[in-house]
C-alpha cells in the first residue's frame, strides 16, 4: 500500500518562504513521477511541480517557476517543494502525488494513481 504523507504547511506572510515535505512509502519508487498540486475552495486541483525520480527531470507551472523547487533525498524518500517570494494567491491546499511509470501528462491530476492528505499553506498579505 502507497503512502503520502505531506508536512511542512503553515501561516507565512508574503514574501516568505515555506518547505513543504512529502514522505513516500509502500513501495519502490524509482521511475515513478512525483508531484505537487495545489487547490483552493471551489476550484480544481492545479498543478504546481513535478519530476521522474529516475531521471530528475523536472516540471513547473508558470505561476511558480523561480519561485519553487522541487527536489528529492532518496535515502529518506522524500520529496520537498521549497517555495519562496511566497504570494497571497498562492494559499491553497498542497497535496504531493505518484504515479508509476508511463507515458504520462504530467500537469494532469487525473493522471496521478496516489495522493497525499494535503497541507494548508496561507499566506497573509
Known amino acids: 500500500q502507497v503512502q503520502l504523507v505531506e508536512s511542512g504547511g503553515g501561516l507565512v506572510q508574503a514574501g516568505g518562504s515555506l518547505r513543504l515535505s512529502c514522505g513516500a512509502s509502500?513501495?519502490?519508487?524509482?521511475?515513478?513521477?512525483m508531484a505537487w498540486f495545489r487547490q483552493t475552495p471551489g476550484k480544481e486541483r492545479e498543478f504546481v511541480a513535478a519530476f521522474t525520480w529516475s531521471d530528475s527531470v523536472t516540471y513547473y507551472a508558470d505561476s511558480v517557476k523561480g519561485r519553487c523547487t522541487i527536489s528529492r533525498d532518496n535515502a529518506k524518500n522524500t520529496v520537498y517543494l521549497q517555495m519562496n517570494s511566497l504570494k497571497p494567491e498562492d494559499t491553497a491546499v498542497y497535496y504531493c502525488?505518484?504515479?508509476?511509470?508511463?507515458?504520462?501528462?504530467?500537469?494532469?491530476?487525473?493522471?496521478?494513481?496516489?495522493w497525499g492528505q494535503g497541507t494548508q499553506v496561507t499566506v497573509s498579505s
Open positions: 509502500g513501495r519502490t519508487f524509482s521511475s515513478y513521477f
Open positions: 502525488a505518484a504515479r508509476s511509470p508511463g507515458r504520462i501528462n504530467v500537469f494532469l491530476a487525473s493522471s496521478y494513481d496516489y
